[in-house]
């Protein structure tokens, strides 16, 4: 609903208030001095009637006293007169059962009135008290309400035909006054806004009323002169803004190769050494016999040794979607455990698969065994000493980070759990990055950790890990359980 309307029907609603309450008003002043009325008429019928009453009981007794009122009710029907006695027993004819609020004043000489609604449309009874003989009684004056029922009505019908006519004059006049001055006006300033919205800074509004309409057009036509002039301005800086940052991407491309070329020369450096070294000694002829078989194999290790980083440099570079497929966790466990077993065996430490059977996931076999592979290879390193490597899984009711979605769900972890040196507090927020590690030089390339980080977020998932200085480390892999990981791939 339009502005214009909504005040115009506002002001006829209010209008409409006002009349109905003034007119209610008057028709509760004049029903309250027609009651009036009737009970000013039934005082002086009664106090005219009263004096006839006693001289007649005097004089002639009861029974002329009371055929007085009959004849009185013979020459009209719509008052009727009738004798009561205040004192005596309730119940006859002539002792009716007023109520308390009635026999209070009559017992003090004074009138009263009541209405009754028992009989329809209704009775108003007054009484005239009259002491005859010593005794209290008095004229009871009853009076059909349906002439005052007809008059509430043809006062009510006029009162509202009244009203809905000054309500419609209103309505129209404020309808068309509302249209003048708001509606037109604030067509316009719609119409000001939805071209500078689209762009024409240039248009204006001038609507010559002087009123808070009028200084809200100034202050838009002001708006989009500064607009007009911000464009111009943003459109300059932005030109040089862009070929800034075009400079930037350029040399934070330039930092990104230097990083990734430092990495790869560091890694790539001792095993060369090793090849050159070996290649000469072949070369010389130093080497003869056996040795030169030894340094063949050396040779053919160190590039292995090679080819194992350029491949890890490309997995962290080039990451392919990966290819899922239903896979049983424990046998996958199972399996990459028996293939680090070996390792382990050298370095004393007994590696241990916790992992329940039916628990089937919903992954790349080829990907998390590459993930499980390079956390194990990490724990069995961190473990100078003998010890126990631990892999266990279950489900776990948690909630996600925001980069895996950050909703409450219930998960499947694996832990894997070393007893090794653990990892420095000022570390640990650092051992995802690329090329970031804390081996000696051979030992890692810094891109184990980043590269099963990224596998495990193809996966929908996150690896969460918890260490202690010199109490061991525990890296926890969060995976989508199978009924929600095919949503977690579209």
Not at 25 to 52: K, P, Q
Not at 60 to 85: M, P
Not at 130 to 154: C, M, N, P, T, Y
Not at 335 to 360: C, D, F, H
Request: with cysteine.
């Amino acid at each position: 609903m339009k502005l214009a309307r909504k005040l115009t029907l506002a002001l006829a609603l209010l209008a409409v208030g006002v009349l109905a309450l003034m007119e209610t008003l008057e028709v509760r002043r004049e029903l309250e001095r027609s009651a009036e009325d009737m009970r000013h008429d039934h005082r002086l019928l009664g106090h005219t009637i009263a004096g006839s009453i006693g001289k007649a009981w005097q004089q002639s007794g009861e029974d002329e006293a009371l055929s007085l009122l009959d004849q009185a009710n013979r020459f009209q029907d719509q008052v009727r007169l009738s004798w009561v006695w205040i004192d005596g027993p309730s119940g006859h004819t002539l002792h009716p059962a007023l109520p308390p609020e009635l026999l209070t004043p009559l017992r003090l000489g004074q009138e009263a009135a009541v209405t009754d609604m028992r009989v329809p449309p209704g009775l108003l009874r007054s009484y005239i008290p009259v002491s005859v003989s010593g005794r209290l009684g008095a004229i009871e004056i009853s009076e059909s309400l349906i002439d005052e029922q007809k008059h509430v009505r043809s006062t009510v019908l006029r009162t509202t035909l009244a009203t809905l006519a000054l309500a419609g004059g209103f309505l129209v006049a404020a309808m068309a006054m509302g249209r003048q001055l708001v509606g037109r006006p604030i067509e316009q300033l719609v119409q000001l806004a939805r071209r500078i919205g689209e762009g024409h800074l240039d248009a204006r509004v001038h609507l010559h009323q002087r009123d808070e309409l009028d200084t809200l057009a100034l202050e838009m036509n002001q708006m989009g002169e500064q607009l007009l002039r911000a464009r111009e301005t943003i459109a300059a800086e932005t030109a040089a803004r862009l070929a800034a940052l075009e400079h930037l991407r350029h040399a934070d491309r330039l930092t990104t190769v230097g990083k990734l070329a430092s990495g790869v020369a560091h890694e790539l450096g001792t095993p060369l050494n090793v090849v050159l070294g070996r290649s000469k000694m072949i070369s010389s002829g130093e080497a003869e016999g056996d040795e030169v078989r030894e340094c063949a194999q050396i040779i053919a290790q160190q590039a292995q040794h090679m080819t194992r980083i350029i491949r890890q440099l490309l997995d962290f570079a080039r990451r392919r979607s990966p290819q899922r497929a239903p896979e049983e966790l424990a046998q996958l466990v199972t399996r990459t455990l028996s293939l680090l077993q070996p390792m382990a065996s050298k370095r004393g430490v007994r590696i241990v698969s916790e992992v329940p059977e039916a628990i089937t996931l919903q992954v790349d076999t080829g990907q998390l065994q590459q993930v499980l592979t390079n956390l194990v290879m990490n724990g069995l390193q961190a473990m100078k000493n003998p010890g126990t490597l631990r892999v266990g899984a279950g489900l776990a009711r948690v909630t996600a980070p925001e980069e895996a979605g950050g909703n409450e769900a219930e998960w499947v972890r694996v832990d894997v759990a070393d007893e090794g040196e653990g990892i420095a507090p000022e570390v640990l927020p650092h051992i995802f990055e690329p090329f970031f590690t804390t081996k000696d030089v051979g030992e890692g390339t810094g891109l184990g950790l980043s590269v099963s980080y990224g596998i495990i977020r193809d996966h929908g998932g996150w690896i969460d890990v918890r260490s202690e200085p010199e109490k061991g480390s525990c890296f926890s892999i969060y995976l989508p359980k199978e009924d929600s990981a095919c949503q977690v791939a579209s």
